[in-house]
């Protein structure tokens, strides 16, 4: 198999990891066995939720696992650990190593699921259910948040730069496409990354909605949160610090029976380059 067409299919599974955690950390906090602690209730947690998690998923795991799973595995998920699952700051590699897979199977396990696959499968399973039953603007906005996060991704996947990654979501050579591109090379000549260890960067996606959506043209509203700390890989330190929270308006055409993206007027400067 071509190199190129390798790397793309690992950036891939990549997205779908992060897609993954940001479903495992949603039936966490909805799970009836987390949300029948009223502690757990509140959308904004304490250091102490994730301590109170950690003992509920810890008890419970006692008495469900066998003694060999026990052995095996453990029945205990650090707090700060639970953190980053819960924020969607649980950065996951391709293929994700067997220390990382026991920490997943030990939450699905909590969760009523057999296994990490298993979770795997019934989300997949779910996806597409949900594809199939959605309307039309539902179909735009998750459209618009599988750019979002794969645009992330991309930087977080630097100095790799992939644009068959790009051009899947993008059309090519339109001007999101472009800026984007321009930050990818940027920083990559620069040895700027966000994949340093404990590196806080995120992206969040706080409002969404369709504005118009006619039979090829839509025009979609976002607020988002980015947080990207650019990490120079020659001084071995932070050199950029790039916080914000702006409104987006995303601009898609219909090509080959595809929608994809156009353009992304923004009221911020392109993402930590300027």
Not at 54 to 76: A, F, W
Not at 100 to 115: A, G, P, Q, R, S
Not at 180 to 195: G, N, R
Request: hydrophobic residues 35%; charged residues 25%; positive net charge.
């Amino acid at each position: 198999m071509p190199q190129k067409k390798l790397e793309s299919q690992n950036i891939l599974s990549q997205y779908n990891l992060i897609i993954y955690i940001i479903l495992l950390s949603n039936s966490l906090k909805n799970s009836k066995k987390v949300t029948k602690n009223m502690t757990l209730r509140s959308k904004n947690w304490s250091k102490s939720c994730y301590q109170t998690l950690s003992t509920i998923i810890e008890e419970d795991l006692e008495n469900k696992l066998t003694l060999e799973q026990k052995r095996s595995m453990g029945t205990s998920i650090s707090a700060r650990t639970l953190q980053k699952i819960i924020e969607n700051n649980y950065k996951l590699s391709y293929p994700i190593d067997p220390r990382t897979l026991n920490t997943l199977n030990k939450v699905v396990i909590f969760l009523e699921y057999h296994c990490w696959n298993d979770f795997v499968h019934k989300m997949d399973q779910e996806i597409e259910e949900k594809a199939n039953n959605e309307n039309p603007k539902e179909k735009i906005i998750e459209i618009v948040k599988s750019a979002i996060r794969r645009e992330y991704l991309m930087y977080s996947n630097l100095p790799k730069i992939d644009e068959n990654f790009l051009s899947d979501t993008y059309i090519k050579n339109s001007s999101s496409y472009n800026m984007i591109l321009d930050v990818l090379v940027d920083k990559s000549k620069k040895k700027q990354i966000l994949s340093n260890p404990f590196n806080p960067s995120t992206c969040e996606i706080l409002e969404i909605e369709v504005k118009k959506l006619e039979k090829d043209y839509a025009q979609v509203y976002t607020k988002e949160f980015w947080l990207l700390c650019w990490w120079d890989t020659s001084k071995k330190k932070y050199v950029k610090r790039y916080k914000v929270i702006s409104d987006h308006f995303y601009v898609l055409n219909m090509i080959n029976e595809k929608w994809m993206i156009k353009a992304n007027a923004s009221t911020s400067d392109p993402l930590g380059l300027v």
